[in-house]
């Protein structure tokens, strides 16, 4: 009898129902929605101008990689080596390497920056488990504040008071400042002009 291969668990990024493959599938079909899942990892070398790229996989690009898209969904994590134009959601950790550049919001649950790259515009939230909370409203039947796949990430909601801001490690950013704040902004004072003092 031949032995089955090491099953893994994994989210339908449509309906997020969570399901079992076997360890070498590259691509199958959802139990629950019926639609077709990539579950292999994507990795971009060229030019990629898309409307979305969603797997359940790790999206690795690499240093002569482009990413244009409105949407990136990977469960599994998202390398960038080269360049990322999109608003990213991560089930793992985002690391962003030196010399890479991007530009768009991410949502994930941990970030890795490191020294040499540039982010050219965003709203970063992390922490963030989007991947879960969204499927907890689809089994739930409710709704989380999470906009659903194909949406630009959602906006944290507003911190308890007293608790922390959330962050990630940054090296060699100048004076290498050990964390940067990532939680909303505080609110700017009001300023009036000065008056002028006639003479």
Request: aromatic content about 2%; hydrophobic content about 40%; charged content about 20%.
């Amino acid at each position: 009898m031949a032995k089955q291969g090491t099953q893994r668990a994994i989210r339908c990024y449509h309906c997020r129902h969570q399901f079992e493959v076997g360890g070498r599938a590259m691509t199958t079909s959802c139990p629950k929605c019926s639609k077709p899942l990539l579950v292999d990892d994507v990795e971009v070398k060229t030019l990629e101008a898309v409307r979305k790229i969603q797997t359940c996989g790790r999206l690795v690009v690499r240093k002569k990689g482009h990413v244009i898209a409105q949407l990136v969904e990977a469960h599994g994590g998202i390398d960038v080596e080269g360049i990322m134009e999109a608003n990213a959601l991560s089930g793992a950790t985002v690391r962003i390497a030196a010399k890479a550049v991007w530009k768009g919001g991410c949502n994930a649950p941990s970030v890795i920056i490191e020294d040499g790259c540039r982010i050219a515009g965003g709203y970063f939230v992390v922490p963030d488990n989007s991947v879960v909370l969204q499927a907890a409203a689809a089994a739930n039947g409710t709704e989380t504040g999470v906009e659903a796949a194909g949406d630009a990430p959602a906006q944290p909601a507003p911190a308890a008071p007293g608790s922390p801001a959330p962050s990630v490690s940054v090296a060699g950013l100048r004076g290498d400042l050990p964390a940067v704040p990532l939680g909303p902004r505080p609110p700017q004072k009001s300023q009036s002009p000065s008056s002028r003092v006639r003479r």
